[in-house]
């Protein structure tokens, strides 16, 4: 019975060391970087964006296919949905309901998004806090200068205040990304003038869009106003099809034309010359025939 | 910062023109509207009767007359046709920020990557030049320079290769002859060839369009296409999203705007702050790949060789003024 | 009393004019004599002759498969020299071909009595190189299934659609022109009863003589013919291979953009199908035993033709050079550098021994001797060769952006078995169709040598 218990104590004792050449047998897990952001774009409407990616090489590759969860509340959460991540690690999802956007004690709303992890991808999670804000943007000549007149407020109890001190950036939207045109501070009244530049192209119409936001701000997140209007110059491009020149589809005129003379007066001559052996054909039969009928 | 209103149509757009290129068998647009309703290819020919199950692009599944079905060879026309308009009201240009390059090669291997090309071609090619014994050693990646007189146009016999209206040359690796005239005329050296075959493995079903130049084919010629498959997109050439340096900046300079993924800058004062210039302006040929010269570089130029190849290093032997 | 001398005679020659259909042996027809035995019988040597090129001709086959099967990888052609042997012998075979043009061509429109014996020897080489010529871009084209777009779908502004259309044109202005020396040629064979042929080389000759009888009024068309078509080759052969100049001379590489450049290879044309044209005088004269047709004097003229064409090319090179040397942009200068570092012996070669010892031999009646005219024709074409060689492949080598590469194949060109072989196959095809050309037609215009007779006894 001794021996008994003595080789069941060894063998018990030797399992931790089992488990631990197991675990070290294990791969290590991909720690993945999961990121949550507000967003509220210019139509009021607030979408939260989580993206997953991780760290390989020094680059950063999307996770795809993941199941990410989104909640709502700071201490309390509540589930508000699931998604799929796409192909490029990233998924969005679109605040509708009063009982999404509950706001706390402070007025902010808590939101975070958490990613289980599984076998070879461990769990990450975000939280992020957001107080709702309305940003105005007012697109006016005055003096023939182009102007831009930002304006921040937020609902303190019930009441708007304005939004100082914090940054606004202004863009144009181009084919691959925005342009940034200033970066302004809103003062105490929660208003921030600039210039818009006069020179700068806008579609063939003279069309472009300017974009006020708040980019990545720790309190209010990502809030953008944009307006489309007529403050750039007309760009109109367009090579005409009936172009001509070397390396276009139609050649120089003066090309066609001397190719078209100089083959024409060659091979004219070239006919002459089987004219010329025909001719001498029809003489020598004819030739053959008076010589016969002699 | 990221877009998260996407243009509905472009993305429409860009969808169908990648449904057509994966669906071997090949769906024209008009057999899709065929399937909404308006249906006037499908009045006009008589029904075989026989079905076909496909995906359409917003991912349901639609049964398709075999008759409505236009052959492989009639939708690389299309796409060869698409390939030849280019993009409307576009002009492209690409800046290159000699101060910041430093041979990490990622552009090189990024391209090589989704042109499947074969390793010894290099349509973004990097070289060290130095033009005289004062003057700077310096990193040069060199792209096509995709010029707006270019002599390989002007040259080709056949018209394989063609400069289309929003400035970009491509290559139809379905009409080139091999007669690498294209090459002679090139003064920067910007063309390879094939000289064998390449033997790379292309997807299942892919259709050729010279947006992508996908697979390179024996016998003609490649380069550099500034990724216009992506464009379409609206998304930037894999060079420059590789680069970990921001080393190059694409834009269309209508807007008068270059990015490099990272940094957005107004292309003319860019230009101007930083004194750019073209390679060989003198040549005439006048390129759409302008260089910022290599001016206050944060490391020194040697640290390119550092991490390179052993194989790639013995490249670079003979540095100096020629 | 001298006028019904002149009569009598014309009343008789009047009678010659007109043929029968059975013509016999005539002492005036020496001539006849003595070409037609080639056309009747084949010597041993000569078929050992022909295996010995078929077999050359062979070898370039097989490496042409190999490049067909394996790709261009097979050449030495690689990136930067994309251009070998391939359009250097193009552009030197298609050079061979101004040698009819030339002599042909202006000596016919001048009435130079001497170029009779040696007219139908130039017109041949014209012929047959042009035919040759355009294989060797074929070899270069990386897709031979897809040459037919060179018509379908030609672009005009490419200088090499201004070549399709010149060498074509020019191949069917030089075969009509060499056609038209033929007809009165084959027209006395048909008719020379004594003539010891197969029956279908009679009947060749029948029906390629279109029934010519020599009558003035055909006389006439076909002298018109003749002078128009040579007047037009003469055109031709200078259009033709200024375009092909052009092909170099119209991009920006170093070395290559140069404005003499349809000129000086026009030149250089002429000085290389001249040199041919001495060295397969000089053959034929040995094989065929034509002492009596092809004599020094000819050879003394051919030569001084030569010298005074190597003297022309001399001074465009050296003015192309020149040019190039003393105001020299960097490119040009690193080009002349690489010229005369690793191109160095080749470059005196060409430019120096290749020009200057022709010019010595034939400028001095000391050294004017048969053997010694055609060694100097021998070196003149070798010379010509290179010179095209360090034309095409330098430029090449030096291009604006260095080429930086761990490769020795993607830096200097050196070509490959099969790039050699397919080049002595060319020599080898050119040898083939001269020898059969000579079974079936005679090898001195037999027509024109008569004319001199003709003239001289109405003189």
Redo the contacts between chains.
């Keep these: 019975m001794k021996k008994l218990s003595i080789f069941a104590i060894l063998i018990l004792s030797l399992l931790p060391v089992f488990s631990i050449r197991l675990f070290s047998q294990e791969v290590t897990k991909i720690s993945p970087y999961i990121q949550l952001q507000y967003?509220k774009?210019t139509d009021d409407q607030r979408?939260l964006?989580t993206s997953l990616t991780y760290s390989k090489n020094?680059m950063e590759l999307p996770l795809s296919g993941m199941e990410i969860s989104f909640y709502s509340g700071g201490d309390q959460k509540r589930l508000i949905t699931t998604g799929v991540t796409d192909n490029k690690g990233v998924v969005?999802l679109e605040l509708k309901s009063d009982i999404e956007l509950k706001s706390d004690k402070d007025g902010m709303w808590g939101f975070s998004s958490e990613y289980k992890g599984n076998d070879t991808i461990d769990a990450g999670k975000s939280e992020i806090t957001i107080k709702d804000v309305r940003l105005e943007m007012a697109l006016t000549v005055i003096d023939t200068i182009k102007t831009i007149t930002v304006k921040a407020f937020t609902k303190v109890n019930g009441t708007e205040k304005p939004v100082s001190g914090e940054a606004v950036k202004i863009y144009v939207?181009?084919?691959?990304?925005?342009?940034?045109i200033s970066e302004l501070t809103l003062d105490e009244s929660g208003t921030a003038i600039t210039e818009f530049p006069s020179d700068?192209?806008g579609?063939?119409d003279g069309n472009l869009t300017i974009i006020a936001?708040f980019?990545?701000n720790p309190t209010f997140g990502?809030v953008e106003k944009r307006e489309t209007l007529k403050w750039g110059l007309t760009?109109?491009?367009?090579?005409p099809s009936t172009h001509r020149?070397?390396?276009?589809?139609t050649a120089p005129r003066w090309m066609i034309y001397t190719l078209s003379v100089l083959l024409a007066g060659v091979w004219g001559h070239y006919l002459f010359a089987i004219i010329s052996l025909i001719r001498i054909r029809i003489e020598a039969k004819r030739k053959a025939r008076e010589e016969y009928k002699i | 910062?990221k877009?998260?209103?996407k243009n509905e149509s472009e993305s429409d757009r860009s969808s169908r023109r990648n449904f057509l290129k994966k669906v071997g068998i090949g769906v024209g647009a008009v057999s899709i509207a065929g399937i909404a309703g308006s249906s006037v290819l499908a009045a006009s020919k008589a029904k075989s009767g026989e079905k076909i199950k496909l995906l359409s692009p917003d991912g349901t599944l639609v049964e398709v007359d075999k008759d409505d079905i236009k052959p492989a060879s009639e939708i690389v026309a299309d796409l060869k046709e698409e390939a030849r308009a280019g993009l409307?009201?576009?002009?492209f240009s690409m800046v290159i920020d000699l101060a910041r390059c430093k041979n990490a090669r990622k552009c090189v291997e990024a391209c090589q990557e989704g042109h499947l090309l074969p390793k010894d071609h290099e349509w973004m090619k990097l070289?060290?030049?130095q033009d005289d014994i004062h003057t700077a050693k310096y990193w040069?990646p060199?792209p096509c320079f995709h010029c707006d007189?270019?002599?390989c146009?002007?040259?080709?016999?056949?018209?394989?290769t063609?400069?289309r209206?929003d400035g970009i040359v491509l290559i139809d690796n379905q009409?080139?002859?091999?007669?690498?005239?294209c090459?002679?005329?090139c003064?920067?050296?910007a063309?390879?060839?094939?000289?064998?075959?390449p033997e790379v493995k292309v997807p299942e079903g892919h259709v050729y369009d010279p947006e992508t130049n996908i697979p390179a084919t024996?016998?003609?010629v490649g380069k550099c296409i500034f990724c216009a498959d992506k464009l379409r997109k609206?998304?930037?050439p894999r060079c420059v999203t590789a680069c970990?340096m921001g080393v190059i900046y694409?834009?269309?300079i209508?807007?008068?705007?270059v990015?490099n993924?990272n940094e957005?800058?107004?292309f003319s004062k860019l230009m101007v702050d930083r004194a750019g210039y073209r390679y060989?302006e003198e040549?005439g040929?006048l390129p759409s790949v302008y260089y910022l010269p290599p001016t206050q570089r944060m490391f020194p130029v040697e640290s390119g060789l550092e991490d390179t190849d052993e194989?790639?290093k013995?490249?670079?032997k003979n540095?100096g003024p020629? | 009393m001298n006028q019904l001398r002149v009569g009598i005679k014309m009343s008789v020659h009047d009678n010659k004019f007109i043929w029968n259909q059975k013509k016999t042996m005539d002492a005036d027809n020496k001539l006849l004599k003595d070409l037609t035995p080639e056309l009747e019988k084949t010597s041993l040597t000569w078929y050992i002759t022909f295996s010995i090129f078929f077999a050359v001709f062979a070898v370039g086959v097989y490496g042409l498969i190999q490049q067909i099967d394996?790709?261009?990888?097979v050449t030495g052609?690689?990136?930067?020299v994309?251009?070998g042997f391939y359009i250097v012998n193009f552009i030197f075979f298609m050079g061979l071909s101004y040698s009819g043009a030339l002599i042909s061509g202006v000596l016919h429109l001048f009435h130079t009595g001497w170029r009779k014996p040696v007219i139908r020897i130039a017109e041949l080489i014209t012929v047959i190189s042009l035919i040759i010529g355009p294989f060797f871009i074929f070899f270069?084209?990386?897709?031979l299934d897809?040459?037919y777009?060179?018509f379908i779908?030609?672009?005009i502004?490419?200088?090499?659609?201004w070549d399709?259309i010149a060498i074509i044109t020019d191949l069917v202005g030089c075969f009509t022109y060499l056609y038209l020396s033929f007809i009165e040629d084959f027209a006395i064979l048909r008719d020379y009863a004594d003539l010891n042929v197969p029956p279908w080389k009679k009947k060749l000759y029948k029906a390629l003589s279109l029934g010519f009888t020599g009558t003035p009024k055909e006389k006439k068309i076909l002298k018109n013919a003749r002078i128009i078509m040579a007047a037009m080759i003469i055109a031709i052969a200078i259009i033709v291979y200024s375009v092909l100049a052009w092909?170099f001379g119209?991009?920006?590489?170093p070395g290559w953009h140069s404005t003499i450049f349809g000129p000086y290879f026009v030149i250089a044309a002429v000085f290389s199908g001249t040199g041919l044209l001495i060295i397969l005088m000089w053959i034929f004269r040995k094989i065929y035993h034509l002492e009596e047709y092809i004599t020094k004097r000819h050879f003394v003229n051919v030569g001084v033709l030569l010298t005074v064409i190597a003297a022309f090319y001399g001074y465009f090179t050296f003015s192309d050079y020149l040019t190039k040397w003393y105001g020299s942009i960097?490119m040009d200068s690193?080009l002349i550098d690489k010229l005369f570092t690793d191109y160095y012996s080749l470059f005196i070669f060409a430019n120096y021994i290749g020009i200057l010892l022709p010019c010595i031999i034939i400028a001095f009646p000391r050294f004017r001797t048969i053997p010694n005219i055609t060694i100097a024709a021998i070196i003149a074409i070798s010379a010509l060769w290179v010179n095209r060689y360090i034309i095409v492949i330098p430029t090449?080598e030096t291009?604006?952006?260095?080429?930086?590469?761990?490769r020795p194949a993607w830096i200097t060109y050196s070509p490959t078995w099969v790039e050699w072989s397919l080049t002595l196959a060319g020599v080898a095809v050119f040898a083939m169709l001269f020898m059969l050309v000579s079974k079936i037609a005679p090898i001195i215009s037999i027509s024109e040598m008569q004319e001199k007779d003709e003239n001289e006894i109405m003189k």
């Excluded at chain 1, 939207?173 to 940034?180: A, G, K």
């Excluded at chain 3, 052609?77 to 930067?80: A, I, K, V, W």
């Design positions: 967003f774009n979408i964006q020094r969005r939207p181009r084919m691959f990304s925005l342009l940034p700068l192209p579609n063939k936001k980019e990545e990502n760009t109109d491009y367009s090579v020149a070397l390396w276009t589809k | 910062m877009e998260i209103v409307p009201n576009r002009k070289y060290l030049l040069f060199r007189k270019p002599m146009v002007s040259v080709c016999p056949v018209g394989a063609y400069k209206p009409r080139c002859i091999g007669c690498k005239f090459m002679t005329g003064p920067f050296s063309r390879v060839f094939n000289w064998k075959d024996e016998g003609t609206n998304e930037l970990p694409f834009g269309d209508l807007e008068d705007t990015t993924g957005t800058e107004r060989r040549l040929t194989s790639i013995g490249r670079y540095v020629r | 394996k790709g261009h990888i052609m690689r990136d930067n994309v251009w270069c084209i990386g897709r897809r040459l777009f060179l779908h030609a672009r502004q490419s200088p090499i659609t399709v092909i119209v991009t920006l590489q960097k690193i090449l291009p604006f952006l260095p080429i930086q590469d761990t």
